[in-house]
DNA sequence: TATTGTTATACTCTATAACTATA
DNA sequence: TATAGTTATAGAGTATAACAATA
């Protein structure tokens, strides 16, 4: 991934050191960690929204509508992310006992498996991006990371 | 440290104020940011991915292999970004007058327009997501960003 | 022969609309 | 009737492999 400001595809000025616009740095930024991500996720044969599922379910159950609205998606396409998923033996459907007409969707210990080795090679490959940063350095990126991701929730 | 794993989806605990470990924070930063960028292509019926090639397109008049490279995409998968992109005018091939098997992508006045309002719009948008920062946290995030980005190129 | 780009093919991901089976 | 989920269909985006034209 080429050096390239992300909303303006511009070309920051030359040798190390740019001081990027916020915008630009946050979309660049954006950029960078989510091509770790695909990549990662790549590595044990995962697309980006596969391991997102497998995320969710990481410590929930939920039913088909509650994975869509979970993941912004329509329930047609859950239903086909499910079966690719449970394809692979990585989750399960489970009719719901109060509902007939409902699923609950699980991990297998197969996708419980491999959700956990694709969040540790992620993390590695994020803390070997991270490792310049100074200790307060890092503490700040994460505190101003979460204060905006709290207030967009 | 694999707490809170955004990088596959938890999310932490309701009410403002976590404080999330630098990983996940940065994984769900990217999710934001990626998702805005998303929506904000969505408006004008682009996709992230074409809006990438808008971007790259800017201030360059690449080869095929050229926006490949780039975009770390095979040249196949180029052929038919393009194909679309030309088809909704945005974009033109000219053939190289050096290399007759080769074309020179260009952007048109259409696809030009277009692409600054996407950007125009995105920037509006990335700063109503951090209008609630001091400008030294602004100025510390853009430069954190840019040394993580400066970092991977 | 090597390179540039396209085409053929196959698969994932996504949405919309129509459907089935419950409720 | 309304809701949960699936299926049918269509299209974007991606890769690999085979191909054409040019170098």
Redesign the interface.
């Known amino acids: 991934?080429?050096?390239?400001?992300?909303?303006?595809?511009?070309?920051p000025s030359p040798s190390?050191?740019?001081?990027?616009?916020?915008?630009d740095?946050?979309?660049?930024?954006?950029?960078?960690?989510?091509?770790i991500?695909a990549d990662t996720a790549g590595e044990f044969e995962l697309s980006v929204i596969q391991?997102?599922?497998?995320?969710?379910l990481?410590?929930r159950t939920p039913t088909m509508n509650e994975l869509a609205r979970?993941l912004?998606l329509d329930k047609a396409s859950i239903s086909g992310l499910i079966d690719r998923a449970e394809r692979r033996g990585l989750v399960q459907r489970t009719v719901s006992p109060t509902d007939r007409r409902s699923y609950q969707v699980s991990m297998t210990d197969t996708g419980r498996a491999l959700?956990?080795r694709?969040?540790?090679r992620?993390?590695a490959r994020?803390?070997l991006?991270?490792a310049?940063?100074a200790a307060a350095?890092?503490?700040?990126?994460?505190?101003?990371?979460?204060?905006?991701?709290?207030?967009?929730?």
Chains 1, 2 share one sequence.
């Open positions: 991934m080429a050096t390239r400001t992300a909303s303006t595809g511009r070309r190390g050191g740019d001081e990027l616009g916020l915008v740095a946050l979309a660049q930024l954006s950029f960078l960690v989510h091509g991500l391991t997102r599922v497998l995320g969710v990481r410590d979970h912004g959700a956990s694709v969040a540790e992620f993390a994020i803390e991006l991270v310049d940063l350095d890092r503490r700040r990126l994460a505190q101003l990371a979460s204060q905006l991701i709290d207030r967009a929730t």
